[in-house]
């Protein structure tokens, strides 16, 4: 089953990338995951308001140029650059998602979503990020390494009350191979 711009309901895995299984899959909170593993820190990148990808309007149900605020941060494991994080929350309608989303500054966003007992969390969709993806570029720039069939990314919506966030996962090879 696929959903729109590529991204499936269900990974995609053949000889050699079923090791990413686990880290795709993870019902979790991916911080408390690499926190387990080693040290762990984030590094802010970039947080303001701007256009959402079309597919990310999609996604969300929004019309193309609806003002969002946007999220980069990388995610750090025994110093190593391991995940690109690109979050997504529309401007309108306003909440105490957007407050706490303002607020977050080098704090994790799953700390939040796996931590807040009114959160619904929606269904995982995941996509290989080409070359040609909007994220593909940041990802490749956060995460130091490009791999050569693309990056393996997963991405989920959270709804809190009226409000929903989009939150895009691009996977660093340096994960399959510890």
Not at 2 to 11: L, Q, Y
Not at 57 to 71: K, S
Not at 88 to 96: E, I, N, Q, W, Y
Request: hydrophobic residues 45%; charged residues 20%.
């Amino acid at each position: 089953m696929s959903v729109p711009s590529g991204w499936r309901r269900r990974p995609f895995f053949a000889g050699r990338d079923v090791a990413w299984r686990d880290w795709l899959c993870e019902a979790g909170s991916l911080t408390a995951r690499l926190k387990r593993r080693g040290a762990f820190r984030i590094e802010l990148l970039n947080q303001g308001v701007r256009h959402a990808n079309r597919d990310e309007c999609a996604a969300l149900g929004i019309a193309a140029r609806t003002p969002c605020w946007v999220r980069e941060v990388v995610l750090y494991c025994d110093g190593q650059p391991v995940i690109f994080a690109h979050t997504v929350l529309p401007a309108a309608p306003r909440g105490v998602l957007g407050r706490w989303f303002a607020r977050l500054g080098t704090r994790s966003l799953g700390s939040l979503l796996f931590a807040h007992p009114g959160f619904v969390r929606g269904r995982l969709a995941f996509a290989r990020l080409g070359i040609r993806h909007p994220l593909h570029a940041p990802a490749a720039a956060a995460l130091g390494r490009m791999p050569p069939d693309g990056f393996y990314a997963r991405r989920c919506t959270h709804r809190f009350r009226r409000q929903a966030v989009l939150v895009t996962e691009v996977f660093s090879p340096l994960l399959a191979e510890a």
